[in-house]
Structure formats: C-alpha cells, structure tokens
C-alpha cells in the first residue's frame, strides 16, 4: 500500500484561517457486498396520479415515505412541477405547487438534512440560486424560504492585495452544505478562476428563515493562498515568490460536494487548473477540501493535494463519497483511465485504490447510507460493486435485476435510489450492507 502525506513535498503549501476541531472517527467494520430492496415499487407509474418522477428523497433509509419532485398535468391541461410528500402507502399527505415550467426540472435538486420528514430543495442556474426547506410533519410544509443568493455579494480578495471588496458571484460555483453539529446551512460559493495564485471559498451562514446572515464579512471566506518557506535561502526565496505571482487558476470546478451529515463537516473535490506562467501551458490536479466549524466557532478549511496523483480529464465520469474514516474522489486521468482515491482525514493522507481491483468500466462512485460502493448499468442491470477499502480485491457486485431494464439511477435519500425503468416505471430502492467483513 503506497501512502503519501498530504501536502508534504508540496513547494509551497495552503494555509486555513482557523484549525479544524476535533474529529470523531467510527472505526467499525466495513462489508463487501450489498443488497437491494424495494421499498417503494412503481412510484412512477400509470396508476400514480403524476407522469414523472423527476427526483425523490426518501424520509430516511429503508423507509417508502418520501418527497417527490413530479410533472404532472395541470388544471389547464400544461405540465406543472409540484412537490408531494407520500406515505408508507404511496399515498399524498403534502402538497405544493412550485411556481416553475416543467421545463426547468432538471435545476432542482433535493439535499438532505439529516432529520426524517425535512428536506431542502435547491434551484441552481446562471444567475440563480434558491434554497426552500420543507417539512413534512408540518400542515404547511414549507418551512423557510431564501433570496436569490447568487446575487448575493462575495467578500474577496481576488488580486491578493490584502484588501477584501465586494465581488459579483453570480456566475460562481454555488451550493448547499452544513457544518457543525447542529447542522448550521451555509450557502457555499468559490470562483470559477483567480488571477492569482490564491484559491477562496466563501460559506455563508444561513438563518433560521434562510436568509444570509453577515455577507460582506471578511471573516467567512476561507482563503487557500500558497506561500513560500521563509527558511528558504534569500535567493531561493525570491525565486519561489517569482514563481508565485506569475502562477494564477484559469479553471476551477467541482467535482462532487458531499456534506457528511454526521460528522458535520463538508468535502469538496476540485479540477483545478495552474497556469505555469505567462505562456499557454497549465497544469490540472484534483485538490481535496474539508470544511467544518473551526476551534474558534467560524467555517475552516483544509486543502489536501497528493502530488503523486494522475493529472485529470475536465469530463465525467467523477464524484465523490464518504463513509466513516475517509473521502473516495474518482475521476478520469488524462489517458483515460479510472483514478480512485481514499483519503483519510486523521491523519490526513491518500492512498490509490484503483489498481487493486478490477475496476468496471464506466462506473460511478455510488454514496450509500455512510457506506461506499461503485456502480453501472448495463444492458439493463444495475451492477453494484461494494467498495471494500482494508481489502479492495474482496470487494464484490451484486447485479440488481428488475420486472425490466434499468434505465438510470439518480440518488434519492440516505442510501436509497430512484431506478427509472425502460418501461416508464420507477422504484425506491434501498441498497444496504449484506455481507458481513470476515474476521
């Protein structure tokens, strides 16, 4: 097993504001297979009184109860999206009407909460940015509701004067994460390129009501900014510094946000692209940040880069997952193949994974409920491969078969799965550990 220490033989290394606190870590037992269940058959189907099942989050793992993001016909004959919250019988007990075109589906997203029966629904495009919370054991389930928060001002320091101005984030990378044990969300936002050599994300506290609290203060962007060893000869010093202020980030983009309900803590995989200098050429890596609360009570940060690491390709497939001892990133090296790493987070360091097992073409990284696992389709089955990090050659798939062919897979709740077939029905299904890890 090849470990690298993160950061370590870095030139010049990130720095956060603040440490992290403390993490607790559950060291039980992983397992290597899994097993799919049912739990709501045909939540798509011509029975329902709704045509599509456009995304769903289950209330909790193994349960049917679930909200719905549907198309379905309105009073005027046009499409409507609406928000349905059923129960264990698949039956509506919560009901709303989005003010949106079915047309515009595909910006909303579901983001769990951590709290059964409480979701957050998000709605992301160029110059738009909404989070909504909904609650189920509530007669009127809409709970909060927030401003557009891509039109939000961002406090930074883009030119790396030291001095922090207000920046036009609306074109920015924007989503929804929870830090801290009490699950406090914030509206995350970083820039798609810096003129420098300084990479910032900016966490906005949200409040009970969802609207942003402080956003202009400094204090809340969390800045990576890449320094030289001052124990340096003068002149090698000077020549790290050159280097630096010619340096710059052209490209900045996720790679998959997983917020690790919890532990309370947010981990972001990045393509990042480093301009070498003032010619055309740069140079991509996959950094790792974890961002909780830190010691002092405000958002922190920590950037992790394995140098060793394959340079990546700017296309899917990628993602990210998390179980209780670390971070899974997968992406697609520049000749073209699978790259998986894990990296733990006490003490923070990587390892490969990919070339310890057999890894299946065209996979995905699949976030089951604080568990890891890979999976595809194929000809019509779904083939899950459970990850088995202590001995990745044990790892096993199970192929979920259904009444017909699977035609895609979309997350919907903790460890549950909306699967749409090709004969236009659509389950919940909870995929869960079946095989214990021998002693």
Not at 87 to 102: F, G, H, N
Request: net charge negative.
């Amino acid at each position: 097993m090849r470990r690298v220490t993160l950061g370590a033989s870095l030139a010049v290394a990130g720095c956060e504001a603040y440490a992290l606190a403390p993490i607790e870590l559950d060291v039980s037992s992983n397992c290597n297979a899994v097993e799919a269940i049912v739990t709501a058959a045909g939540v798509q189907s011509p029975a329902r009184p709704w045509a599509t099942v456009v995304a769903a989050a289950a209330d909790r793992a193994g349960a049917p109860s679930a909200w719905l993001l549907v198309v379905r016909a309105g009073s005027g004959g046009a499409d409507q999206l609406a928000l349905l919250h059923v129960d264990d019988a698949l039956s509506i007990d919560r009901e709303v009407i989005l003010d949106a075109p079915a047309a515009i589906a595909d910006q909303f997203t579901f983001v769990a909460s951590g709290a059964a029966g409480v979701v957050y629904l998000t709605q992301r495009a160029p110059g738009v940015f909404y989070v909504r919370r909904y609650d189920a054991g509530q007669p009127t389930p809409l709970s909060a509701s927030s401003p557009n928060l891509a039109t939000l001002p961002v406090p930074c320091d883009l030119d790396a004067d030291g001095i922090f101005e207000s920046c036009d984030a609306s074109d920015w990378f924007h989503d929804l994460v929870f830090f801290g044990d009490e699950l406090q969300p914030f509206a995350l936002t970083f820039a798609p390129s810096t003129e420098t050599f300084t990479f910032e994300l900016t966490p906005t506290p949200l409040d009970a009501f969802l609207s942003p609290a402080f956003p202009l203060e400094p204090d809340r962007t969390i800045v990576f900014a890449e320094r030289c060893d001052e124990t340096l000869p003068l002149s090698d010093f000077e020549a790290c510094q050159a280097l630096i202020q010619q340096r710059s980030f052209p490209k900045l983009r996720s790679l998959g946000l997983r917020s690790d309900l919890p532990r309370g803590f947010t981990m972001l995989a990045l393509y990042r692209e480093t301009q070498l200098g003032d010619g055309l050429a740069t140079q991509a890596d996959v950094p790792l940040v974890l961002l909780g609360m830190g010691s002092l009570g405000a958002p922190s940060g920590i950037l992790q880069v394995d140098p060793e690491l394959p340079a990546p390709r700017d296309s899917p497939p990628y993602g990210i997952a998390v179980d209780a001892n670390a971070t899974y990133v997968h992406y697609t090296s520049t000749d073209g193949a699978p790259v998986l790493t894990r990296a733990t987070r006490t003490p923070p360091e990587s390892e490969r994974l990919d070339d310890r097992f057999d890894f299946p073409e065209g996979a995905e990284l699949l976030q089951l409920d604080d568990d890891v696992a890979l999976h595809r389709v194929v000809d019509g089955q779904w083939e899950i491969l459970k990850l088995f990090p202590d001995a990745p050659a044990r790892s096993e798939t199970t192929v979920v078969v259904l009444d017909a062919p699977v035609a895609s897979v979309s997350p919907a709740g903790p460890g549950t799965f909306l699967v749409q077939r090709d004969d236009g029905v659509a389950d919940l299904v909870h995929v869960r550990c079946a095989v214990p890890t021998p002693e």
